[in-house]
């Protein structure tokens, strides 16, 4: 291609005016550093989802089926075995939720207790969460508490017991309220931290001794399912709910979390359009560049179109020029963007003070955000350049 060769010689030949030089170093840098920025920012946004969805992995299953009015199901009212023959679904589990009260050292918070057998983590991965203890002490009787929630009942040893109480459902008085009352003595058996949602009411029991408590003999507060790897999940939901009937709702983790999945999104967005803004200051320095290389080129101008050039192939040129800035910034950018995030994600330079969760603020490489980073960078670059080289050849 003629523009091109003639693009790439005016890029590297020395100029008459060395501050021509100077100026597309600082446009290329002005490419560059927003270019990193981008890419960062969005591999930082990528990690951040992933650490979401991870952390609400370990508390909500791929699908749940839950009742569609009030709390509870006999769990006599569902086919247990159609669910798991069902395709796509990998494993089941169920367990039973409630509110109940905990108290020790003196201290009280209310609790979501959730009761769940020894299936349990072959569906939700609640156990890559453990602080200190094991999945073991359910079967002892012990609890699963978060981190949180130990804290606020001063729990330091697993050596302190912990009453549960919860409404007496068969023996209810208005003479002698603490009649109607349901209690239960444990101890620590392990503690686990997720997100701040979770963990500020979260524990978990042993199911038959949950329904005990809660004097909810074989009822259940929802039917937890895996999804096979390859599987579609919504395909398996419409699966489901031909089983289940009216009487249940069928809900993916997705549609669940589905406001702080929206949130993120939105803020990626939203980095992405203020990228766009400062890749549109970045182009004008590039603009510059080019138009005083054009000042600089009269001559050759002149030359080219003593020769028949039209004014198309004179514009290819000098846009081509910007195009070739732009592509260089961006390359930089990109090497610089990608080997900052691939270090954070591999060796976590940057931490997090005082954090339990996480040691440092977690990344997420994505080819395809880099590309798509590149093409806008790239394309804006290109049209704003083309813009400025026909307005100034007419």
């Given amino acids: 291609m003629l523009w091109f060769r003639f693009a790439r010689r005016y890029m590297f030949s020395p100029k008459s005016h060395s501050v021509i030089n100077i100026i597309a170093s600082v446009s290329v840098l002005a490419v560059a550093i927003p270019t990193a920025a981008m890419i960062i920012l969005m591999a930082m946004f990528d990690g951040l989802s992933s650490t979401v969805a991870e952390y609400n992995r370990a508390v909500d299953a791929d699908?749940?089926?839950?009742?569609?009015?009030?709390?509870?199901?006999?769990?006599?009212?569902?086919?247990?075995?159609?669910?798991?023959?069902?395709?796509?679904?990998?494993?089941?589990?169920?367990?039973?939720?409630?509110?109940?009260?905990?108290s020790a050292n003196g201290h009280r918070v209310t609790v979501s207790l959730r009761g769940v057998d020894s299936t349990y983590t072959d569906v939700i991965t609640i156990d890559r969460h453990l602080v200190f203890g094991d999945f073991n002490a359910l079967k002892r009787g012990d609890l699963i508490m978060s981190s949180t929630v130990a804290s606020s009942l001063a729990i330091y040893s697993t050596?302190?017991?912990?009453?549960?109480?919860?409404l007496n459902r068969k023996q209810i008085s208005t003479l002698l309220p603490t009649s109607g009352i349901s209690r239960y003595t444990t101890y620590l058996g392990g503690e686990v931290a997720t997100n701040a949602e979770n963990d500020a009411s979260l524990a978990i029991g042993d199911l038959q001794r949950v329904q005990k408590l809660l004097n909810y003999n074989n009822r259940l507060s929802c039917i937890a399912i895996k999804v096979e790897q390859e599987a579609d999940i919504e395909a398996v939901k419409s699966r489901l709910e031909s089983i289940v009937g009216s009487n249940f709702e069928v809900r993916s983790r997705d549609s669940k979390n589905a406001s702080i999945n929206a949130i993120l999104r939105i803020e990626k967005?939203?980095?992405?359009?203020?990228?766009?803004?400062?890749?549109?200051?970045?182009?004008?320095?590039?603009?510059?560049?080019?138009?005083?290389?054009?000042?600089?080129?009269?001559?050759?101008?002149?030359?080219?179109r003593a020769m028949g050039a039209s004014k198309q192939l004179l514009v290819r040129i000098f846009a081509g020029e910007g195009m070739l800035l732009t592509i260089t910034g961006c390359g930089i950018g990109t090497l610089l963007g990608v080997g900052f995030a691939l270090g954070q994600q591999h060796f976590g330079w940057i931490k997090i003070p005082g954090n339990m969760l996480l040691d440092s603020y977690p990344v997420d490489m994505s080819w395809g955000d880099v590309a798509m980073v590149n093409i806008i960078m790239v394309a804006i670059g290109l049209m704003i350049s083309h813009l400025t080289v026909r307005a100034k050849l007419r």
Avoid: H, W
């Fill in 269 to 304: 967005f939203a980095i992405l359009l203020i990228g766009m803004l400062i890749a549109t200051v970045a182009a004008f320095s590039i603009v510059g560049t080019v138009l005083m290389l054009i000042t600089e080129k009269q001559g050759d101008i002149a030359t080219l």
């Fill in 159 to 166: 050596s302190t017991p912990i009453e549960l109480y919860a």
């Fill in 63 to 102: 699908i749940e089926i839950v009742p569609a009015r009030g709390t509870t199901f006999d769990s006599n009212a569902i086919d247990f075995e159609r669910i798991c023959s069902t395709e796509g679904v990998a494993a089941t589990t169920c367990y039973l939720e409630q509110s109940v009260m905990a």
